[in-house]
């Protein structure tokens, strides 16, 4: 609820709280344009993780340990189009929290679980991309489905219980705590103490950034070395040739996912700069605007897979156009070019 004033004075959140935060005014027009942008942005955002998730599911040629990963980013990726952006989208306009403290503190476990579990299957897919390229013939036996779901579970879970701890230790279901922290009645911010804001950053940031460039750049140079071995080798032989369309398949995953993680980083950096030294630097228009990269990134991957992967385009054509509802479509070699 807001208070009906006059212009001229203040307004605030919850007018019968005597520690009620200070609304924000806007023009009606402001708010209107504002809600059309992010509702469009999660619509766009749910419908472009759904389709990759569907894509994935749905044809069975697409059944890999890489692309089940990629189908739990996607997920993670739908999720925040789903439940973040909309929330944090009436949080911005509003500049009111009237959800109430205990979905505050729910709502940054969710939030603190979509973007860790997003970035600990950015490092699997670095591990996979790493073991297909460095040790390709260990590939099949070392990684299969199962353990790739395994890890899927255990990202999740970790993830889950990891968040749990930092919200619950920092009293964001304790209206006391959380006022004498300074946090007025009508607001839900990250209110970490330094101690775990440097722990956090190191565990769910420095860490896996740091794991998945090392191991992006031995994917590289690797490849680099393996492509030039076997330019020097070519010499008509069938089995030469194959091994560089695979060599050259695998370096292009490789790139393509590297694409993806390069984009999260990017998107990623400056908002956990932000969290790590608090408020002190960044104005709040700033931070929004740190925060709102963060969250289109879920939006800018499927948009990569498009671009990339020939495989998703053909895949859209079948889902678009409904042709995933005839006998035995799941059987599609979605790889190969059809006419059908």
């Known amino acids: 609820?807001?208070?009906?004033?006059?212009?001229?004075?203040?307004?605030?959140?919850?007018?019968?709280?005597?520690?009620?935060?200070?609304?924000?005014?806007?023009?009606?027009?402001?708010?209107?344009?504002?809600?059309?942008?992010?509702?469009?942005?999660?619509?766009?955002?749910?419908?472009?993780?759904?389709?990759?998730?569907?894509?994935?599911?749905?044809?069975?040629?697409?059944h890999t340990p890489t692309n089940l990963l990629i189908l739990s980013l996607a997920v993670a990726d739908m999720l925040v189009g789903l439940i973040v952006i909309p929330v944090e989208a009436v949080k911005l306009i509003e500049t009111c929290w009237y959800f109430g403290?205990?979905?505050?503190?729910?709502?940054?476990?969710?939030?603190?679980?979509?973007?860790?579990?997003?970035?600990?299957?950015?490092?699997?897919?670095?591990?996979?991309?790493?073991?297909?390229v460095i040790y390709p013939l260990l590939y099949t036996q070392r990684i299969t489905m199962t353990k790739s779901l395994v890890a899927i579970c255990l990202t999740w879970f970790c993830s889950s219980s990891y968040i749990?701890?930092?919200?619950?230790?920092?009293?964001?279901?304790?209206?006391?705590?959380?006022?004498?922290?300074?946090?007025?009645?009508?607001?839900?911010?990250?209110?970490?103490?330094?101690?775990?804001?440097?722990?956090?950053?190191?565990?769910?940031?420095?860490?896996?950034?740091?794991?998945?460039?090392?191991?992006?750049?031995?994917?590289?140079?690797?490849?680099?070395?393996?492509?030039?071995?076997i330019n020097s080798l070519v010499n008509g032989q069938r089995d030469v040739t194959q091994g560089s369309k695979r060599r050259k398949s695998d370096g292009k995953a490789a790139l393509t996912l590297g694409i993806?993680?390069?984009?999260?980083?990017?998107?990623?950096?400056p908002i956990y700069i932000f969290t790590l030294t608090g408020s002190k630097i960044f104005s709040a228009t700033t931070a929004n605007f740190l925060t709102w990269t963060m969250y289109v990134s879920s939006a800018v991957n499927p948009l990569v897979y498009a671009f990339f992967y020939s495989w998703f385009r053909r895949a859209l054509k079948h889902i678009l156009t409904l042709k995933i509802f005839r006998p035995a479509s799941t059987l599609v070699d979605i790889f190969t070019d059809y006419h059908s």
């Open 260 to 269: 993806i993680v390069a984009i999260h980083l990017l998107c990623y950096v």
């Open 101 to 132: 403290e205990i979905f505050c503190g729910l709502f940054i476990v969710t939030l603190g679980v979509f973007l860790s579990a997003s970035l600990s299957n950015l490092i699997f897919i670095a591990l996979d991309r790493f073991m297909a």
């Open 1 to 62: 609820m807001a208070n009906e004033t006059e212009d001229h004075e203040t307004q605030y959140c919850f007018p019968a709280v005597n520690s009620s935060c200070i609304k924000t005014k806007r023009s009606t027009l402001e708010s209107n344009v504002m809600y059309v942008f992010f509702s469009l942005l999660s619509v766009w955002t749910v419908f472009l993780n759904l389709l990759v998730i569907i894509s994935i599911s749905h044809f069975k040629k697409l």
């Open 164 to 229: 749990t701890v930092i919200v619950v230790g920092n009293g964001y279901f304790d209206s006391d705590a959380l006022r004498r922290s300074g946090v007025c009645y009508g607001e839900c911010t990250f209110i970490f103490s330094f101690g775990w804001r440097v722990t956090d950053f190191f565990v769910t940031f420095l860490f896996p950034c740091a794991m998945i460039i090392i191991l992006y750049l031995k994917i590289f140079y690797v490849a680099q070395q393996q492509v030039k071995v």
